[in-house]
């Protein structure tokens, strides 16, 4: 399941072009500005007996030596005044203040001992801001800059069955509000639905008992076969490229074959279970449950299929989606109001994050899949 936003082309330029000097600096060509001008984009140059460097920003420099000295460049619209201390190594540091533009960075060099700490701001006009671009020994370890970019895969898909045709919705974990992706080309009951490791959207149609693929960007439907069994309420992915299923007729864990859709048991429940959802989690390494009947979380053990109880949720619920969500290590669920919840596994609260507007009075809601790699269409959405 998976999980963009971007940066502004300008500030990933200037913080290019300022990791670039901090490495030239790293290799040899370096120098203390104390005094030094800049032009109007936010640099200032200046130049020492070590070399010629850009000098901006408030950092941290451990190990290059240099010798200070008073730099000179490019005419500059503003003053900058400078404090230089000399570490015992004779390592310098800057302290500058100008106008413009905020620049701040950290450089570690790989000269002797001495530690030099420069504090302070160096602004000049016209600058971007960028925060927090590092060198060590001259080879560049990362950057980042103000307006980081959005973590993808924040939001669970959803297959609403009760309009006709039967349609495909992104749900923001943050609202519970739901954005509609597409039609299906049906209007047949699905009342569970996850990605594959891999990445794709398997469904189980209630009407043909078939186990399906979905495309989340176009809604075309895959056939993959017949499962076998009458009852799933509940499939997810595996802890590798398979599919786990919760067969509540013979009350059953069973593996799904995703070439042919094949369901096989894996042992009993042992249990009476009604309506109800599965989940994988990589947080307990087992899958959990929600039972409709008794409106209780379980744990079901994927090796034997025995389904222990967790924790007595505080919500009644009637239908049932679930899905333990890879980037936030959350449960949330969903239920006939059609809102989407989180469920915490130690107490059994069950808190509404927001209703899902689906646009139908009269839908409800039992399926979520939450992506384990990145879906760009639903992203874009």
Known sequence: MGLGGSSSTTSIAATIAALSLAIAACNGDSTASSGGTGDSSGTTEGTSTAGTTTASGTGTST??????????GASMSGT???TTTTASTGDTATTGTSSGGTTMGVTQGSGTTAVDTTTGVDSTTG???????????????GDMTTGMQQETGLWLIS??????????????????????LCDLDTSNDYNTSTFSRDGLLYTANANTQNLEIID???CKRTVVGPTKVTALPGITADQAEGLYGLETNLDVLVTLDTMSGAATPIGPL????????????????????????????????????????????????????IEWHPKTEEIYACSNSAELFQVDPKTGVVTTIGPMNYGNPAAHCDNLAAPWTLVQCVEDK
Do not use: Q
């Open 270 to 321: 042992g249990i009476n279970w009604g309506t109800g959802g599965l989940t994988w989690s990589d947080g307990i390494k087992n899958t959990y449950a929600i039972n409709g009947t008794d409106d209780t979380l379980y744990v079901v053990d994927h090796m034997t299929g025995k389904a222990s109880v967790l924790v007595k949720t505080n919500y009644n619920f009637g239908s049932v989606g």
């Open 216 to 218: 989340p960007c176009t």
């Open 80 to 82: 900058e005044t400078g």
């Open 63 to 72: 190990g290059a030596t240099t010798s200070g000295g008073t730099g000179t």
């Open 127 to 141: 600058g971007d801001t960028t925060t927090g671009g590092m060198t060590t020994g001259g080879v560049t370890t």
């Open 159 to 180: 297959i609403e069955d009760t309009s006709s045709p039967t349609r495909l919705f992104k749900v923001d974990l943050m609202t519970g509000n739901s954005t509609h």
